[in-house]
Every structure is written in C-alpha cells, then in structure tokens.
C-alpha cells in the first residue's frame, strides 16, 4: 500500500542538475524539457481517469490500477502487480534518498574547501546529521521545516536567474549544440524525465482534492509553469557558464555568493531526506507485515543502504539520470499508456491508441537505453 500522503520526490533540489543535463543535450534537450512536460501531463491524466468509472472513484492508488489491469491475465498477477510498484516506489524513493545525500556531501565538501577533507568524510557526517531519522515517527515538524527550506530554494533559484541576467553582455548561444554525444544526450533524458515525475502520486492528490473537475486543470497548469520555470532557469544557466556548468549549478556561483547559498542548500537537502525516507520505510514495513523484524531495523537498513549507494555512485547526474530511466519511465510513461489501452482499448479512437502506443514505445527505448548508458557510465567512472 501506498503511503496515506505521499510527497513528490522529483522536484526542488533536482532542478539545480538541469543546467548540466542541457548542456550535455543541446538544443535538442530544450525541445525534451518542453515535450516531456506535455507528455507527463498527458499521462498524468490518463492515469487518474482509470480512477473514475462514470464519474465515481472506484480506484484510489496506483496499485489498484495494476490490480485492474492484472486481473485475469494469469493466476496471482494482481498480486504481483502489486509488489511491482511497491518494489518500483521503494527503488525510487532510496534512489531519492540517495540523490538527496549525494547533494549534502557535495555541498559540504564545497563548504569546507578551507579544510579540505576527504569526499569519504563528508558523506560520513552527512550520515550522522541523518541519524535521528531512526526514530521518526511524525512528519509534521519535519515537513514544516522542509517547507520552510523550499521557500527559500525557490528565492535561492531567483538568486541564480538575477546572477544570469547580470551577465547577460558575456551570453553566447554557442555554448548550446545542435551536435551532441548520444550517450550525454540519453542520460540526459533520464534527467529531465526524473525531474518531472510525479505520477505515483496522482491518485492519491487526486483523491485529497475538494473538486476533483478541477484536477485537468491543475495538472495542465503545474506542468505548464513547471515547463516554463525549469526552461528558463536551466537555459539561462546554461549560456552564463555554458560547458563549465557543475552538475550542481550553484558550484558555478562566485566565492562571495556561493558560501550561503550552499549552506541554505544543504539545510535543505538534509530537511528534505526525511519525507521519502519515511515513505519508503512504510512501504517496507507494509510488506513485510507478516515478518518479525523490529522498524529500526527497517529503517537502518534503508539508511545505510542510500550511504552505499551515495558511494558506489558519486555522480549526481548519473545516478538522477539512471533513477529516471528506470522508474522515472516506466511509472511516468509506460505503465500509464500500458494501462489507459488495456482498460479502455475498446472505447479509444484510433488518434487515441497511436497517442498512447506512441509514448509507451518511446519510454520503453528511452528507458533501456537510458539505464545502458548511465550503468556503462558509472562503471567506468569506478
């Protein structure tokens, strides 16, 4: 089961790596940061009118749509439908954690230079400031607190876009390419499809909304602006620094600035690790309700594991752009088309099953190939 109120993972803090994702992907990743916010929107929708079966909510999860899908296809598939989202949101919600850790340790590595200590040891006291999570029990001091730190992202990324347009007189469109490395570029879908992943999370907005007509609506807008702000900021990024863009954007910022703002981000990176540690630790222990194993347990297991993986995988970019190519795809493209044609083939138009067969194929090529290219990446940064 689904956490009673889940929160997206695929916003804030992520945006600081699409400045670099563009310039790994050129003009062509200006026309993938504007298609996926349609397509994203597309199957957003999509997803949520399997929910509703003549205007009455009949659904109220992801997993009760695989449920719908599974049933009598073979003997016991809703149930292994079931766990493939489960498994699906876990592996998100750690690759979060573990982004979300990655980004601590570079901001504390960069907030220390002076000292110079090793990358090992600004993960290990990242580590330790997550400690208390153990013993969470109510997200709502947590929650507050990581709201407070989104307000002041958002006033740190109007920071970066006034720096931009201060050195607007040195812009150069050259820095974007028509003629990019196809690897960069696929990663760097993988990227831009994270950062705009929400998808397992409809159902249940949908559901919390006091006038659910409005939900087309809503989704429609947040898209559209969400589209219109992360374009902007990654593009004026992009022809402020061009190819010497960090894959966290705020690295590029000058001495004078980048002190306070790394620290304002790392409060927030910290603040933010709870909520999809939380998650994932309930969807844990939700499946594993028929096995004694004590919460700490659980919980530290999960927490060690987003350490070793924040080890094993130190590229920020990479392991986004991977997280996005594995469930990023298949929970935002695949399995919302896959869906909208198995339960309502016979009530689409043709226009329809081409749209939805269109983007299922295009997120089963963007998937596998995304998920070769970052791994062929990473081992070869090992």
Same mark, same amino acid.
């Given at each position: 089961?689904?956490? @009673?109120?889940p929160?997206?993972?695929s ?14 992907s050129g003009?062509?990743?200006l ?15 999509r ?8 205007a009455?909510?009949?659904r109220h ?9 599974c049933k009598g296809?073979?003997?016991n598939?809703?149930v ?7 498994i699906a ?6 690759m ?10 570079t901001?504390?590595? @960069? ?8 990358r ?5 006291m ?6 208390p ?14 709201l ?6 958002i ?21 974007l390419s ?9 990663v ?8 705009y992943?929400?998808?397992?999370f409809?159902?249940?907005?949908e559901?919390s ?13 947040t898209?559209?602006v ?8 990654s ?12 894959e966290v ?17 790392l409060? !927030? ?5 709870p909520l999809p ?37 130190p ?7 991977l ?19 198995k339960?309502?083939w016979g009530r ?12 299922l ?12 290219c970052?791994? !062929?990446?990473?081992?070869g940064d090992l």
């Open positions: 089961m689904l956490p @009673d109120k929160q997206s993972t916003t804030g803090i992520f945006v600081l790596g699409l400045p670099f994702a563009l310039v790994q003009y062509m990743g026309m993938v940061l504007v298609l996926s916010a349609w397509v994203c929107n597309h199957t957003g929708r997803l949520v009118l399997k929910i509703l079966i003549r009455i909510r009949v999860s992801y997993q009760d749509i695989m449920d719908a899908c296809l073979w003997p598939w809703s292994v439908g079931g766990w493939m989202i489960n949101q876990v592996i998100e919600l750690l979060t954690c573990t982004l979300y850790l990655l980004v601590s340790t901001l504390l590595c @960069d907030s220390l230079s002076a000292v110079a200590p090793p090992s040891a600004c993960s290990l990242s580590l330790m400031f997550l400690l999570c153990l013993l969470l029990t109510d997200l709502r001091p947590v929650s507050m607190l990581s407070l730190c989104s307000l002041a992202h006033l740190i990324s109007l920071l970066v876009i006034l720096y931009c347009l201060s050195c607007a007189s040195n812009w150069s469109w050259s820095f028509l003629s990019v490395d196809p690897e960069d570029f696929i760097s879908v993988g990227v831009i499809i994270f950062s992943t929400s998808q397992i409809l159902p249940a907005l559901g909304m006091e006038n659910r007509r409005q939900f087309d609506t809503m989704l429609g807008w898209h559209g969400a589209c219109i702000m992360k374009t902007t900021f593009l004026l990024a992009v022809l402020t620094w061009g190819p010497e863009t960090s954007i705020t690295d590029n910022l000058p001495p004078n600035l980048r002190p306070v703002v790394n620290l304002c981000l409060a !927030k990176a910290l603040l933010s690790y540690f939380y998650s994932a630790a309930e969807i844990l222990q939700t499946c594993f309700q028929g096995v004694s194993c004590p919460t700490v347990m659980v919980r530290g297991a999960l927490l060690l594991s987003s350490y070793l993986l924040s080890l094993l995988v590229r920020f970019s990479l392991l986004m752009g997280t996005g190519s594995v469930t990023g795809a298949a929970m935002t493209l695949i399995l919302p088309c896959l869906f909208h044609l339960l309502q689409l138009t043709v226009q329809d099953r081409l749209i939805d067969m269109s983007i194929s295009l997120g089963v090529v963007c998937s596998v190939a995304g998920v070769v970052s791994v !062929k990446r990473m081992l």
